[in-house]
Every structure is written in structure tokens, then in C-alpha cells.
């Protein structure tokens, strides 16, 4: 029986190497995870505990009307999401910058003693400057962070999609935090 | 900087980073050799560590940016001066109102608290009212794990606020996920979430907003509670009105909300034990009881309507969807530091059953306190064989429950704190740290350092796949490590006793942490030994009370080991030093509470191996068994007397006499058992009522009735054996739910309809037993359609379509008797071939063939009954032959014989044979009675109707029988 959506199709198609299919899939999901976002981002869902990976699965759930597709295409999935979430979430703080008095003031908190269980105050915009340059020394590790944060993915399904061992996906977690830590308190923006 | 000088920087970073401290710099003079650029790259990286905290990026980008949303320039209070704090910036929102960081402007030391004012925009007089009752409700809270209250006032503008502990942590869930906490570390960490809110019930205050998100945990571990924002204070004056007219004081996650909140009924503390129950769930299962909803009107449904799944079942799906998400059960036994397997071993049974009390509808029904939710799951942790145990007893008088043969022991889950150290060391600097320190003979730090070293494990192997091996080693390496030690501890009694105590620990590892095979319980057996042997070497020294119960804790769990192992023998020897051990303690010191409970737990334990329930683990000496249970009432006995307004003693002491009820009916007895059920009975009628802990007790209450029922059918007291099964149904009919699809409630009362029908149909009232039997068979079909899986269910499909026979028979309709009768063994025997080790189908399986045989006999088939006694016979006898015999499987091989000979007899008197023919079919008959008496001669206390329901011959008649066939014979 062939699939009466076309998600799991492309899907399928860009598991086996077929790039054109990756580009079909961009605007359907984009329009999905946009949803979602600005569903939390307008506050209707103040939840402590939210899971982003909850919320993508959930896009997918909906876009491929399946929940037992094949893994490996549900973290092909997951790694596009994470591309786009980035990009949705760095425009809507930029369009919040934007709109703040005074502009956004560099906020990454350095004092210890002051980190909260929910941190909000995690400046995006400098975090995606940061990531970009991280990006021009090593764009793998650029990647890593990009889904481990911005696509909620574990140590596991990273290292599945990176292709390397999860021990050097911790590694290069935990380098890539400290890098970009000192990127964004120099204002190297 | 370029990609290449990154790439080395990298390199030796990340080195760096699995260095401990000290080791840094001399790490990285060697590595950089000369290289200053290189090596202050690495420091600056190194230096941000610290300000990095755990928290930078730690939260993902959506979750962040989901909670960045209140806009804060429209917010008048940022930068605000109130009373002496200034506000920072805002960072939740509470339960009325929003939450500030704050600072004390004129406090030197800048110190930060949490600041709640009211809802901007809200200022009604009602708000401020209760806004002003939480300050009241605060103050009077001085708890360790409750946010403290520091201050509070009123703006000029009449605006109140608090000012409260700023309490830095992480949500429990979170915590215990990411630190992969197993499940006795969670229920620790959960037992002082209990404690808390018995405080705040024992100040009349109900928290009403219970949830992960208001249990955070400091980064030592405490956890604390916070948010009594929608409080209620039980004696205020002040009038709520109904929560509907407010949606403020909805509270805002309704997943943790009771039925009765929902529903706008009155909370109690009931309630917040509903919440903690959801808390507790989540926990255990990693999933909330409940399927997600998509809109809250679905979500009030599913929590009013719906009964959740035990946690165990949860976690033996290989993937849970939880509406949108699905996830893999593996993942969530990480997370607890467990497989699936383990997982599921160590939720079913007891956790099981006081978690789903907690989530009970009714309130009623639920643990009436947080402190008896709490002590439920204290007694859970330890083990101690005294409430939670007695649930896995469960009598059924009528024909179609199986007895719930209570299975190996769950493992033992004792608290190991287990301390995953998030900065990375290295095993081997570890090691040769303590051996310096052990060649300098500095036994405090050795100490010390033992217990790090034992505990911490790598933060690198968590998580990596191998990583069952690592830890192995690491416990082999501490195990060789500890040995070494035990050479040099031997002059001091301190050390020992710490030793003693690692190697429990390792024990308890090596049972809990890796797969149950062979070889694993074999080590932890070890470990468990050695650990006694110090003990008792500690109590041989000093005979102080403190080494004896740890001597006698050790020997309790040797014993149980070697219970899992198979050697039945060593676990009694065991068992009975730790009594030996303990009767002399109590002797001097005879008002110690702590050695009473031990004692009696080692009474139980003794009696449990001897001759308890599980045919599988006890040796079948119902004689001995029945001393030690006489003795486990004496103590119980002491020590209610010792505390006797304490309701915990009363209640153990009903279920000692409920025990030894159970031994003596096991003995075969009836008259003595029915003495033990009574006086058990008064006490709990009296705990139902008076005691804290009512829901329990009204449960145990219905499980005597259940006895009670078969004690008196046994002797055919039937007006009796009536009364005791409709309290039982009262009972359990506040059970059965408004919702007809849940099937637990259903079966129960399906079975507790049949067995009244049964009675009644016993008695004559044969309409009201037919309606009766009628009901309960449609509920009984409706139940098997909704739930087809389920054992239990058509356990009692089966016994409901038994007794439909057994009423049909008594009407004299035997065809319809026999093709209820077959229905029946067609269900048991699907059960039985698809599960041959289940005893209790088996017996029931055979009982209910007798009944086959006996309505083929009145339907004159001969041939037919012959076939089913000879099959009650195959599945009965060999029981009677084991060394497991159980009364009822004696009954049922007595019956089938007298069956035999029934068939015999008759095909005997039939006129128009051969004289010889006659004469062989006499004899047949003779041999058959003869038989069946040689076994129902070794029931002691012969009843009218058999342990498990079943209608029996009564040896008189089969003597009787056997004496006019002799006299036949003889002319």
C-alpha cells in the first residue's frame, strides 16, 4: 500500500541519498515546526519540563501519520528540524531584540551563583553569531551543538546522524560549551 | 585562530577535562611542552568551566525561548525597589502571582531571594486576601524542605508581597534523570517530599498544587518544595469560594490535579496524596498515568474516568506513547539505572499497589495521609515483611480466582547511594591516592576515600555503550580493594563496621545493579556473607544492640539469597540465627521498639520458609512454621504493647494474627484459623474507622472477610459465610467506578457477586442466587471483551461460569450445569497448557473436571464422568505426592476417587448384566472409595466445602458408601 502522504515518502527518498527530496521536505516541516514554536513562544505552554523533542516528535507524528516509521528516518528528521528550529527561534528573538528598549543586552549569566533551574535568559542572537563562527573553525562541532540544543537530540541519536562515536560527541559537546561560553562574554559577535 | 590550531586545542581540552584539578597543570606542561600559546588557549577555556556552570546550554533552545516569552519591559516591577529588596528581573509565575529574583539592596553580601507579588492587574480585595492568608500559611512552615519564608510587607500601593528563600535547583524529574538515579534512590528523595507535605498537613495545610515543577532540587541533593501559592488553610476563616469562579487558582498544570479538584469537590489532604501519587508515578514509570489529552476538557475526563495502568505494565511495552510521543522504555530504564527487565521486576508487586492507591478516585480510598504514603513505601524499602507483604495473600473463597502464589521475592531494593560525580576523575589517580594514603596508615581518610572511591563512578562511563563491564570492574576493583582493607580493620571496630556496610552496598549493587543470572546473585551472596562475617566479628566484640541488628539485617539477607539460589536449607539456618540472635537482644532489652520489629520480622521470615504461601520456597513443615507464627503474634504482642496507641502496631499485629490464621487453615485446620480472622477482624473495624489510615485498613478489612467466607462455608455456616461476603462487597463495590470500562473494579465485583450467589444459591434462595449468578455473568463476559489478555480476568470468568453450574445443579438442571462446566475447563485449560507452572489453574482445573464427572454421573453418562475424573485425577494426585501437597489438592483427589466409585456403583446396580459383570464393577467401586479415603483421611479438619470453593464428599458418606458395598459383597 503506498503511502497517501508524502512526508514518509520523502523521507524514505532522502534516507537513500536522494537530496531533491530533503529540499521538498523543508517547506512542508518548516510550516509544521513553525507552528509549534510560536505556539510555545506565545506562552500558552509555561511549562518547567517542556521537551522540544516532544513537540518535533509530534510535528512528525502528525506530518507522517505514523509512529513506528523507520529510525533512521526519524533522525534524518530530526537533524532537518533542528536546522530550522535554529532558524526560527534566533529570527523571533532577533524580532524581539528589535522591538526591546535600549536593545538586547548580552545576558549570559557568568555568575554561578545566580543560575536558576530555568535559565531564560540565554541570549539567542549571540548564540547563533557565536555558532557561526564556531562553524568557520569546525563546522562538525558547529553541527553537534546545533542539534544537541536547538534539536533536542540525545548523545546517541546525535552521534547516529554525526556519524561518530557517542564518546566524541560528549567531547565535543563539552569543548564546543566552554568555546562558545567565551565567545559570547568577549561579545565576539 | 585556525581550524588546525582548534583542532589541537580541542584535543588537549578535552584531555584536560578528565583530569581531576590538581593533575591540570602538570598535564598540561607536559602535553604543551613549550607551547605557551597553545597552553593559554587551553586556560582560558579551562577557566570557564566554572562560570559555564552546568547550566549554560543545558536547557534547549525551545524550552528557553518558550519561558523568555513574558515581555519584560512591560513589566513595572523590573528594576523596582520593594521594601529593602530591589528586583532584578522576573523569573516564573507562582500561584497568584508573578515570581522576581530580588536582592537586599543594603546586604553587603548580595544575597538573592525570590520575590511573589500579586498578578499584575489583579488586585482585587479577594486576591489580596488570600495572598495575605499565604503569608500566614508560610510563616507557620519551618521545614527543611519547604522554601523557607524570609519577609513580607505591602507596598504604598497596598500590593502584598513575600519574600522567600531562592531556591536553586533542578525540577525532580529532571534531576533523577539526569544523574540516572535508580528507583530506591527516587523513592528516598520522594520520601522527603512526603515528609514535607505531613508537615504542612499536620499545620492543617494543604499544598493543592503538588508537581515536579514545585519540587526542586538544591545541587546537594535537598529537595525542596515550593509554591504553596493556592494553599489551603483547613481552619481559616476566610470563605473560598468555589474554585470555577476563578481561573487563577486553576492550577495551571491539571495532569497533577485530582479528580475532586477537577471536579470542584472539596480537597483534603487526600488530594495533595492524589498529586504526590502522580509525582511518584512519573518517577517510577517515566510517563504520567494518564494518556496525554489534547484539550483540558479530555485531560478531566481521563482523570475522573479512567484508572491508570500499574507502572510495571508500563514499562513492559517496548515503547510508550504518551499521545505524541513515544519513547523508548530502554531509555526510561536508563534513566533509573535499570534495564526494562530489572525495571519491571522491581515496580510490579508492591510499588505497584501504592502507587495506584495513591491515584485512587476516591479519596476515600487513598492513603489518608502523606505519612502513611510515605511509611508504606518506607516499609517497601526496607523489606520488612510486615504490611505491604500480607497483600500477596489473597484468599478467594470462590472457585475461579487462583491463589496468588506470591513469587520470589522481589529484589531487594535497599537504598545505595550511588554518587555519579559530574566532575570527571580518574579511577587510577584515585587509587594511588588511597594507597599513599594507606601506606601512611591515615585510616580516617582511608575511610573516606573507600567510600568515594567505592560510589563515585565515572561520569564518562555512564551512558557509553560496554559500560555494564566498566562498572563491573569497578565494583571487582572495590571488592579487591575492600578485601585488602578487611586485613587491616581488624583492631578497629569503627572501621569494621564501615566495611561491614561497603560490602552490603556492593551487594546490593551486584543484586540490583546487573542482570539476575547466576553468576550475579552468587556475588552478591558473596559480598552479603562477607559483610556478616565482619558483623559479626563487630558483635561478637562489643554486644551492643546497634551490631546486633545490622548482624541480624545481614543474616536476613543472606538468607533471602540463598532463597533465590535454590538452598532452602541454608536460608532456614539463617533465618533461625537471626531469631536466635535476637530473642536474647530483646530479653535486655526489652522496650526497644527497633529489635521487637526485627524480631518479628525474622519470625515471619523463619515461617515464610518453612511453610509459607509460595510453594515454591518453603520446605512444607507446616508444624514448624505454625511456632514460628505463634511466636510472630507474641511479638507483635509486645510490641503493640510498647506503643499502644500507635495504629501502625495495631494494624501489624491484625496481620500477624491474619498470618497465622493463614498457616493454621494451611494446616488443614478451621476452627482455630476462624479464631485468628475474628479477633483480626475487631481490630481493623476499629482501625477503619479511628486510625489515620482508614483506606488501608478497610482493605484489610475486606481481605479477612474474604477468609472469614471460606471459613464458614467450610464448616456450612452459610447465614455467616453471607454476612462476611456482603461487608466484603460493600467494600469493594466503593470500588466498582462510575466507569464501566474499568476492569479491574468490574472483575472484583464480578467475583464478589459469584461468590454471594454461590452462598445464597447454598442456602436456597435459589431466585435470587439465578439473578444473581446472571449478573455477574454478563459482567463477567463484558470484562474478558475489554480486557482479552488478562489472566486474572479470565481466572474469573472461569470461576463465575463454575458456580453458574454449581446453582444450575442445585435447581437439578444438569445439562445446563454441564455446559457452564465445560465453558469453564475449556477457559482453565487454555490458561493452564498456555502456562503450565501456574499451580493454581492447575488446581482449579482439576476441581472443576470433579464437577464435569459429577453432572456426566446424574446425567447418566458413564463414560463421560469416568474421562473427566480420570483427568481431575492426572492433574491433582501428583500434587498430593510432592512435597507441596496442599489441602485442596488432597480434597480434589479424594472427590475424583469418590467419583470413580460413584460411576462404578452405579454402572454396578444397573440389573440387566451379568452377575459377573456386576460383580467387577463392585469391586471397582470398592477400590475407588477405598482409595479416596486413604486421601481424605490426611485432611485434618475435614470441611463441607473445600479450601478453594469447591463442594466436597464428605468422608462419612464415602465410608458409609464403602460399608453398604461391602455388605453387598459379602452376600
Known amino acids: 500500500m503506498s503511502s497517501p502522504y508524502p512526508v514518509t515518502e520523502l523521507l524514505a527518498r532522502w534516507n537513500h541519498g536522494d537530496l531533491s527530496a530533503r529540499d521538498a521536505l523543508v517547506p512542508l516541516v518548516y510550516d509544521e515546526l513553525r507552528r509549534i514554536a510560536r505556539r510555545c513562544l506565545a506562552g500558552h505552554r509555561v511549562d518547567h519540563t517542556l521537551q522540544p523533542t516532544a513537540l518535533v516528535h509530534e510535528a512528525y507524528l502528525r506530518l507522517t501519520r505514523s509512529d513506528s516509521a523507520h529510525w533512521q528516518d526519524r533522525v534524518h528528521f530530526f537533524a532537518l528540524a533542528a536546522q530550522m528550529m535554529r532558524q526560527i527561534l534566533v529570527d523571533h528573538a532577533r524580532k524581539q531584540s528589535a522591538a526591546k528598549r535600549g536593545g538586547n543586552a548580552f545576558t549570559v549569566l557568568v555568575n554561578e551563583a545566580l543560575a536558576v533551574s530555568n535559565e531564560k535568559s540565554l541570549d539567542l542572537v549571540a548564540l547563533d553569531n557565536a555558532m557561526k563562527q564556531l562553524a568557520e573553525l569546525d563546522p562538525r562541532q558547529s553541527q553537534i551543538v546545533e542539534l544537541r540544543f536547538f534539536g533536542g537530540l540525545s548523545i546517541e541519536e546525535t552521534a547516529a546522524i554525526v556519524n561518530i562515536s557517542p564518546a566524541t560527541i560528549k567531547r565535543e559537546w563539552a569543548t564546543a560549551r566552554l568555546w562558545l561560553h567565551q565567545a559570547m562574554s568577549d561579545g565576539v559577535m | ?54 547550566n549554560f546550554l543545558r536547557q534547549t533552545a525551545l524550552a528557553q525561548a518558550a519561558t523568555a516569552v513574558l515581555p519584560e519591559q512591560d513589566n513595572p516591577w523590573i528594576g523596582r525597589r520593594v521594601g529593602a529588596y530591589q528586583i532584578v ?133 535537598t529537595p525542596k518544595l515550593l509554591d504553596f501559592g493556592i494553599a489551603k488553610v483547613l481552619d481559616s476563616d476566610l470563605q473560598w469560594e468555589a474554585s470555577q469562579t476563578l481561573t487563577a487558582f486553576r492550577p495551571l498544570t491539571p495532569e497533577y490535579a485530582s479528580p475532586e479538584q477537577i471536579n470542584g469537590e472539596a480537597v483534603t489532604t487526600a488530594s495533595d496524596v492524589y498529586s504526590l501519587g502522580v509525582v511518584l508515578y512519573d518517577l517510577l514509570a517515566g510517563r504520567g498515568p494518564y494518556p496525554a489529552a489534547r484539550y483540558s476538557k479530555e485531560l478531566a475526563n481521563v482523570i475522573c474516568r479512567l484508572d491508570p495502568d500499574k507502572p510495571s505494565t508500563i514499562v513492559s511495552r517496548v515503547r510508550i506513547t504518551n499521545g505524541a510521543t513515544p519513547v523508548d522504555v530502554a531509555q526510561i530504564a536508563r534513566a533509573r539505572n535499570s534495564t526494562p527487565q530489572k525495571l519491571r521486576k522491581q515496580l510490579s508487586g508492591d510499588l505497584d499497589n501504592i502507587v495506584l492507591m495513591a491515584l485512587r478516585k476516591e479519596p476515600s480510598r487513598r492513603y489518608a495521609s502523606a505519612e502513611g504514603f510515605g511509611e508504606d513505601i518506607r516499609r517497601h524499602l526496607q523489606n520488612l515483611p510486615v504490611i505491604a507483604r500480607t497483600d500477596t495473600v489473597r484468599y478467594r473463597a470462590a472457585k475461579f480466582a487462583f491463589r496468588h502464589k506470591t513469587g520470589m521475592a522481589a529484589a531487594t531494593v535497599i537504598a545505595v547511594l550511588l554518587i555519579v560525580s559530574m566532575v570527571g576523575i580518574s579511577w587510577e589517580a584515585h587509587l594511588a591516592r588511597v594507597q599513599r594514603l594507606r601506606a601512611e596508615r591515615r585510616f580516617q581518610d582511608v575511610r573516606e576515600l573507600a567510600n568515594s572511591l567505592i560510589f563515585d563512578v565515572h561520569d ?111 536460608g532456614l539456618e539463617n533465618s533461625r540465627k537471626a531469631v536466635e540472635l535476637m530473642e536474647p537482644m530483646e530479653e535486655h532489652h526489652p522496650k526497644d521498639a527497633k529489635v521487637l520489629l526485627e524480631l518479628m520480622g525474622d519470625y515471619q521470615s523463619a515461617a515464610n520458609i518453612l511453610g509459607g504461601e509460595n510453594s515454591l520456597s518453603n520446605l512444607g513443615d507446616n508444624a514448624a512454621a505454625l511456632l514460628f507464627r505463634h511466636k510472630q503474634v507474641e511479638a507483635a504482642e509486645r510490641l503493640l504493647s510498647l506503643k499502644p496507641d500507635d495504629d501502625s502496631m495495631q494494624g501489624n499485629f491484625a496481620i500477624a494474627l491474619c498470618t497465622l490464621g493463614d498457616q493454621l487453615w494451611q494446616d488443614g485446620q478451621i476452627k ?152 469453564a475447563t475449556a477457559i482453565l485449560s487454555k490458561i493452564f497448557s498456555d502456562n503450565s507452572s501456574n499451580a493454581g489453574a492447575r488446581e482449579h482445573l482439576a476441581a472443576t473436571y470433579n464437577s464435569v464427572g459429577n453432572a456426566q454421573l446424574r446425567l447418566h453418562n458413564p463414560t463421560a464422568a469416568l474421562i473427566a475424573f480420570h483427568k481431575a485425577l492426572a492433574l491433582s494426585e501428583p500434587i498430593t505426592a510432592s512435597a507441596h501437597s496442599t489441602v485442596q489438592a488432597l480434597y480434589t483427589t479424594a472427590d475424583a476417587y469418590a467419583g470413580l466409585g460413584e460411576v462404578e456403583a452405579d454402572l454396578a446396580s444397573n440389573p440387566r448384566q451379568a452377575k459377573a459383570s456386576q460383580w467387577k464393577h463392585w469391586k471397582e467401586a470398592l477400590s475407588w472409595y477405598r482409595r479416596s479415603l486413604q486421601f481424605s483421611s490426611r485432611i485434618k479438619e475435614p470441611g463441607f466445602v473445600s479450601p478453594d470453593g469447591f463442594d466436597c464428599i464428605r468422608r462419612e458418606s464415602v465410608t458409609r458408601r464403602l460399608t453398604e458395598i461391602e455388605t453387598i459383597t459379602k452376600r
Open chain 2, 672 to 823: 482455630a484459623p476462624l479464631e485468628q480472622y475474628l479477633k483480626a477482624q475487631s481490630i481493623f473495624q476499629v482501625l477503619a474507622v479511628h486510625s489515620r489510615k482508614t483506606a488501608r485498613a478497610r482493605y484489610l478489612l475486606d481481605q479477612v472477610y474474604e477468609r472469614l467466607v471460606t471459613v464458614y462455608l467450610a464448616k456450612a455456616e452459610l447465614p455467616a459465610a453471607r454476612k462476611a461476603a456482603r461487608s466484603g462487597l460493600q467494600i469493594s463495590m466503593q470500588l466498582s467506578a462510575a466507569d464501566p470500562r474499568d476492569v479491574q473494579a468490574g472483575t472484583t465485583l464480578a467475583d464478589d457477586d459469584t461468590l454471594l450467589a454461590d452462598i445464597e444459591s447454598r442456602m436456597g434462595k435459589n431466585h435470587q442466587a439465578t439473578s444473581r449468578i446472571n449478573k455477574a455473568l454478563v459482567l463477567v463476559r463484558r470484562m474478558a471483551e475489554l480486557s482479552p489478555q488478562d489472566m486474572e480476568t479470565k481466572g474469573s470468568q472461569a470461576g463465575t461460569y463454575t458456580t453458574a453450574g454449581d446453582i444450575s445443579c442445585r435447581v437439578g438442571d444438569f445439562p445446563l450445569a454441564l455446559k457452564f462446566y465445560q465453558t
Open chain 2, 89 to 221: 528581573e522576573q523569573i516564573g509565575v507562582g500561584g497568584m502571582g508573578e515570581v522576581y529574583r530580588a536582592f537586599r539592596a543594603d546586604d553587603q553580601f548580595h544575597k538573592e531571594v525570590a520575590l511573589k507579588v500579586v498578578r499584575a492587574g489583579q488586585d482585587s480585595q479577594f486576591v489580596v486576601a488570600r495572598f495575605r492568608n499565604e503569608r500566614q500559611v508560610l510563616a507557620s512552615l519551618d521545614h527543611p524542605n519547604i522554601a523557607r519564608l524570609l519577609d513580607g510587607g505591602t507596598t504604598q500601593e497596598g500590593v502584598p508581597y513575600l519574600v522567600m528563600e531562592l531556591v536553586e535547583g533542578q525540577p525532580l524529574g529532571e534531576y533523577c534523570d539526569e544523574r540516572q538515579l535508580s528507583i530506591s534512590e527516587r523513592l528516598n528523595l520522594f520520601l522527603q517530599v512526603c515528609g514535607a507535605v505531613q508537615y504542612a498537613h499536620q499545620r492543617l495545610i494543604i499544598h493543592r498544587d503538588i508537581k515536579p515543577s514545585n519540587i526542586l532540587l538544591t545541587p546537594d541533593g
Open chain 2, 1 to 54: 585562530m585556525t581550524p588546525e590550531q582548534w583542532e589541537k586545542v580541542k584535543d588537549v581540552l578535552a584531555a584536560t577535562l578528565d583530569l581531576a584539578p590538581t593533575e591540570r597543570a602538570g598535564y598540561l606542561d607536559r602535553r604543551c611542552n613549550g607551547d605557551d600559546q597553545l597552553r593559554g588557549e587551553v586556560v582560558r577555556l579551562l577557566e570557564r568551566e566554572h562560570a559555564a556552570g552546568s
Open chain 2, 460 to 570: 564518562s562511563l555512564q551512558g557509553v555503550p560496554g559500560t555494564t563491564n566498566a562498572r563491573r570492574l569497578i565494583v571487582d576493583k572495590a571488592v579487591h580493594y575492600l578485601d585488602s582493607l578487611e586485613q587491616e580493620a581488624r583492631d578497629d571496630s569503627a572501621l569494621q563496621r564501615e566495611l561491614a556496610e561497603a560490602y552490603k552496598r556492593i551487594g546490593d549493587v551486584q543484586g540490583n545493579d546487573f542482570s539476575t543470572n547466576l553468576g550475579e546473585t552468587e556475588n552478591a551472596l558473596n559480598s552479603y556473607k562477607k559483610s556478616l562475617s565482619i558483623r559479626q566479628a563487630v558483635w561478637t566484640k562489643s554486644g551492643s544492640v546497634e551490631d546486633a541488628l545490622a548482624m541480624a539485617e545481614s543474616l536476613r539477607l543472606v538468607s533471602q539469597n540463598q532463597l533465590f539460589a535454590g538452598d532452602l536449607s541454608a
